[in-house]
């Protein structure tokens, strides 16, 4: 194999940007997760630094390519400036990698993504640059509804985003929920089970919400039950909604305002 052309971008030097590194993490029963991972442009491995991961976990739906992330990619390397280790790491049933990969979900959202997910963080806590008391967890849609489940359902996390989350799957879309969960009536205790509304007052790590008041996908009924949960646990919470925008913010005035929002909430939180 040989470059007929590099088309190297001197801009992307000139900006400080940093070379994504991808990598594979075997979870406790052998599974190899695809992961990425961008350090900071100014990278010492004597320093211990904070993480920010961002995860959809969705059945079927990898996040880690070898290929521009676009303004994601662009957001992510701001954190990296920041001087926040960015992470991503497919759990199995995301990876894409046959049924048999998401199968083990059927019936029961939530408990296996997680576990592989603290794989991935165990693995990242036995690197000496990293800060095991200092990692972030965020996503969009089903990567909301993961880092409410995380949070709720573990200790692993400082802080969490979510955009635009489901909490209760009773309340999403029948054909996609009832693909994996079957039937409400016979399944209560899996819908239950998998609904991170339901165990709000368990809630571990800083939590901003975040929700577009015209989702006609994940209604905003979502994340104002989980809200109320939270407020009758006496747990304290960020919450931000988008009148006018639909499933994910899409005006450019308002995702700079959610960029923005994003970055101070993850700075506070991890930069301490």
Request: net charge neutral.
């Given at each position: 194999?040989?470059?007929?052309?590099?088309?190297?971008?001197?801009?992307?030097?000139?900006?400080?940007?940093?070379?994504?590194?991808?990598?594979?993490?075997?979870?406790?029963?052998?599974?190899?997760?695809?992961?990425?991972?961008?350090?900071?442009?100014?990278?010492?491995?004597?320093?211990?630094?904070?993480?920010?991961?961002?995860?959809?976990?969705?059945?079927?739906?990898?996040?880690?390519?070898?290929?521009?992330?676009?303004?994601?990619?662009?957001?992510?390397?701001?954190?990296?400036?920041?001087?926040?280790?960015?992470?991503?790491?497919?759990?199995?049933?995301?990876?894409?990698?046959?049924?048999?990969?998401?199968?083990?979900?059927?019936?029961?959202?939530?408990?296996?993504?997680?576990?592989?997910?603290?794989?991935?963080?165990?693995?990242?806590?036995?690197?000496?640059?990293?800060?095991?008391?200092?990692?972030?967890?965020?996503?969009?849609?089903?990567?909301?509804?993961?880092?409410?489940?995380?949070?709720?359902?573990?200790?692993?996390?400082?802080?969490?985003?979510?955009?635009?989350?489901?909490?209760?799957?009773?309340?999403?879309?029948?054909?996609?929920?009832?693909?994996?969960?079957?039937l409400p009536d016979e399944n209560a205790d899996g819908y239950r089970r998998s609904s991170p509304r339901f165990r709000a007052a368990d809630l571990s790590g800083n939590l901003l919400l975040v929700h577009s008041a015209l989702d006609d996908n994940v209604?905003?009924?979502?994340?104002?039950?989980?809200?109320?949960?939270?407020?009758?646990?006496?747990?304290?919470?960020?919450?931000?909604?988008?009148?006018?925008?639909?499933?994910?913010v899409s005006d450019p005035e308002l995702t700079l305002h959610l960029r923005r929002m994003m970055l101070d909430f993850t700075t506070q939180n991890l930069l301490r």
């Amino acid at each position: 194999m040989r470059d007929v052309e590099p088309n190297r971008v001197r801009s992307l030097t000139e900006q400080g940007l940093s070379t994504p590194e991808l990598l594979q993490v075997r979870t406790r029963d052998g599974f190899v997760m695809e992961a990425l991972m961008i350090k900071p442009p100014n990278f010492d491995p004597a320093r211990r630094y904070p993480v920010y991961q961002f995860t959809y976990a969705g059945p079927h739906m990898p996040q880690v390519v070898n290929a521009w992330g676009g303004s994601d990619f662009l957001y992510y390397q701001l954190l990296a400036q920041r001087g926040i280790i960015v992470w991503i790491c497919d759990n199995r049933t995301a990876s894409g990698k046959g049924m048999k990969s998401a199968w083990p979900l059927y019936k029961n959202f939530g408990e296996l993504e997680l576990r592989d997910i603290e794989d991935g963080v165990a693995w990242l806590k036995q690197q000496p640059y990293i800060d095991g008391s200092r990692i972030g967890l965020s996503g969009v849609s089903f990567g909301a509804y993961m880092t409410l489940y995380a949070m709720t359902h573990s200790r692993s996390f400082a802080m969490g985003i979510a955009e635009g989350a489901v909490s209760d799957w009773r309340n999403y879309d029948t054909i996609y929920t009832e693909r994996y969960m079957g039937l409400p009536d016979e399944n209560a205790d899996g819908y239950r089970r998998s609904s991170p509304r339901f165990r709000a007052a368990d809630l571990s790590g800083n939590l901003l919400l975040v929700h577009s008041a015209l989702d006609d996908n994940v209604h905003p009924q979502n994340s104002m039950q989980f809200a109320y949960a939270l407020q009758q646990a006496g747990k304290p919470f960020q919450m931000m909604m988008y009148p006018r925008s639909a499933h994910g913010v899409s005006d450019p005035e308002l995702t700079l305002h959610l960029r923005r929002m994003m970055l101070d909430f993850t700075t506070q939180n991890l930069l301490r």
